[in-house]
């Protein structure tokens, strides 16, 4: 039987398990990424596990989170992770020269090679056939390392595109559609292999705007066969040898296939706060916009920013908005500066930014109270742009600059009608991504060999292994699709601990409720208890490590977001399933007993636990584990477990 391009990769990577969708695999990492908010942890996770050099082919580490450096100590942060890949051997990008993914993919991304970062939208670079995932930064300290990553075999879904994407609909609409179709859920154990001719018309740009978005699925991965477009976008690059030809076999078998036609999408737009609320365009038209921002990893490229920068030639934004367009990389910013369209823009009222993520996670353009903001994002959670109640739509380029011509939400198509001389823009990449490479410091150049600390760098946490009872008061109940920006806050007050986790800890879901963390800091001990998707969003290893540090030693939830889970093995707290009744039964302040001993039997392979509710009524938990990730449990976490390994414990 042949085999999956995502299965040719893993085969070549393999070096535990077998490919059966379900079972847990351990692969070889080519290359690993870490940007600012997550990577000051791996660094000191680096460190702790005693490690001197990255051992993979290409460490990689970049400032795009928090560049805005409001305070010393992003400052102290972006100086501590450019010492940190100075003395580890890993290129460094520094602040402003762009977003992760952006600036990886324009330099480092390869077909066929795996990636494995500490971002979620990680996948970006499957747009050019590697094979891309996103971890918690302590998977990333230890692949780095020369360790192997696990995780589960995915299955392998087939997104079959036909046709070609009409005027006014863009790359964006593919993946919209997908979430409007497949949900948050919807990719949850899958890797999305698109083929077919529709997908053979779009460029790189367009095809890693969908794998970026294939994170909003809850996606491993996804990943396009390499193709002419893909060799030609290299060579652009100025690294047409890294070109490899890639394709599943034609025999090849997928655990199920989706079938969209480009040619029936129209602009799509995902409403308020979810990124699957996916409607037309139209159906929401007529709604007035106050804010408006272009950028971001999905759509910060220059081929991105280009059509809306069309769009503004000669014309002006509403008065009544704002209008940003951040680059998503220095490169981008560079070439239109270049070809005149930042001036422009700046002359149709456009505010240009910086290259940074700082809005896609509340640092920077907070958008008005009670206001609609629409971004060409990926995510829309609430309170992710920084106000609680906020408003935010996320749409393609074309659909955000029309809005902000307009001053409401309208379908490019209607405004084309209104506006006799608006032509729909095309999307051409330039004969040469020429943009400079002064804000990356190659391993080579380091300017550091030993690791420099301010004073908010604080210590790895570490857990003691695993007690035979675990039981104590749920300390809170939580819904469906709790985000990792729940547990610990992306936002810029909250995010400048994010290298001190005691005094991060503070924050530990506080936007779920103020009083848990004083709460949980005065009971000593803890369980949470939480419904679907618990954990779903970023990698955030943060939003394991501040509960562990705060003593929660079990989350009891319907199912947990992959990275997540993987996130409360590696710092030592038990995931357990329960079942909708016992969810609907549970109550926060209920004091919870483990009957069974849980060291004994976490070790032993034990799948139920009996779990005593106020000494009253009894209900089953379940432990999916690895034996690898028992092995982690008992030890109390991965950190524990790989150093006594390494000291032959
Ligand atoms: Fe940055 Fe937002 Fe992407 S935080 S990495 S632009 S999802």
Not at 64 to 80: A, G
Not at 270 to 294: F, H, I, N, T, Y
Not at 602 to 610: D, L, N, R
């Amino acid at each position: 039987m042949g085999q999956t391009l995502t299965e040719k990769i893993l085969s070549d990577h393999l070096v535990e398990g077998e490919l059966t969708p379900g079972e847990e695999i351990g692969i070889e990492i080519d290359q690993v990424l870490m940007q600012d908010t997550t990577g000051t942890m791996v660094w000191l996770q680096f460190e702790a596990l005693d490690l001197d050099e990255a051992q993979t082919e290409l460490a990689a580490q970049y400032c795009d989170h928090q560049t805005y450096q409001f305070d010393f100590k992003n400052t102290d942060d972006h100086r501590f992770l450019r010492s940190a890949a100075g003395t580890y051997g890993a290129h460094f990008s520094r602040p402003g020269n762009g977003i992760c993914h952006n600036v990886h993919k324009e330099n480092f991304a390869a077909p066929g090679k795996t990636l494995l970062g500490s971002d979620s939208h990680t996948p970006t670079p499957g747009g050019l056939g590697q094979l891309a995932i996103g971890a918690g930064g302590l998977d990333i300290a230890v692949a780095m390392g020369g360790g192997a990553y696990y995780v589960e075999m995915p299955e392998v879904v087939n997104v079959r595109l036909e046709g070609e994407l009409p005027e006014w609909s863009s790359a964006k609409d593919v993946i919209l559609e997908m979430l409007r179709r497949e949900t948050v859920k919807g990719g949850v154990g899958k890797v999305f292999e698109y083929s077919g001719p529709g997908a053979e018309s779009l460029s790189v740009p367009e095809r890693t705007t969908i794998t970026n978005m294939g994170t909003e699925l809850g996606a491993t991965s996804s990943i396009f066969e390499t193709d002419e477009k893909t060799k030609d976008y290299l060579e652009r690059q100025g690294r047409g040898d890294e070109y490899v030809e890639l394709t599943a076999d034609d025999d090849a078998e997928y655990a199920d296939e989706i079938v969209i036609d480009l040619s029936d999408l129209e602009p799509l737009i995902a409403c308020p706060s979810m990124p699957d609320k996916v409607v037309p365009v139209r159906e929401v038209a007529g709604k007035k916009v106050e804010q408006v921002l272009v950028g971001s990893c999905t759509n910060g490229g220059y081929e991105d920013i280009l059509p809306a920068a069309k769009m503004f030639e000669g014309r002006e934004v509403a008065k009544h908005l704002e209008m940003i367009v951040a680059p998503g990389s220095k490169q981008a910013g560079e070439i239109l500066a270049r070809e005149g369209w930042t001036a422009e823009m700046m002359a149709a009222g456009v505010n240009v930014s910086e290259a940074t993520c700082g809005p896609c996670i509340g640092i920077g353009h907070v958008p008005a109270s009670d206001s609609i903001s629409l971004r060409t994002f990926n995510r829309n959670f609430e309170g992710r742009s920084g106000i609680e109640d906020d408003n935010v739509y996320l749409c393609s380029p074309q659909v955000a600059a029309a809005a902000a011509l307009e001053g409401e939400i309208i379908d490019p198509r209607d405004l084309a009608d209104e506006l006799d001389d608006l032509e729909a823009p095309g999307v051409e990449l330039p004969d040469e991504y020429d943009g400079s490479k002064t804000d990356l410091i190659y391993a080579e150049d380091a300017i550091d060999d030993d690791l420099i600390k301010g004073p908010n760098i604080g210590e790895v946490p570490l857990q003691d292994p695993l007690g035979a009872d675990i039981s104590g008061e749920a300390l809170l109940k939580m819904e469906d699709n709790i985000t990792t920006d729940h547990i610990i806050p992306a936002t810029s007050d909250i995010l400048k601990f994010r290298s001190n986790i005691e005094r991060l800890s503070d924050f530990t879901l506080s936007r779920v409720d103020e009083t848990f963390a004083q709460r949980a800091k005065e009971a000593g001990s803890g369980v949470l208890v939480a419904g679907e998707n618990y954990g779903q969003g970023s990698s955030r290893e943060h939003a394991a490590m501040c509960p562990m540090y705060l003593g929660i030693e079990t989350v009891l939830a319907q199912s947990f977001a992959r990275i997540h889970k993987a996130n409360l093995f590696n710092f030592g707290i038990v995931p357990l399933a329960i079942d909708e009744e016992t969810y609907e039964k549970l109550e926060q302040g209920d004091d919870i007993e483990i009957v069974d001993d849980v060291a004994e039997g976490v070790k032993s392979g034990q799948e139920e636990f009996t779990i005593r509710v106020n000494g009253d009524w009894e209900a089953t938990a379940d432990l999916h584990a690895s034996e690898r990730e028992r092995r982690i449990l008992t030890a109390g976490g991965k950190l524990p477990l790989t150093k006594q390994q390494a000291e032959g414990g």
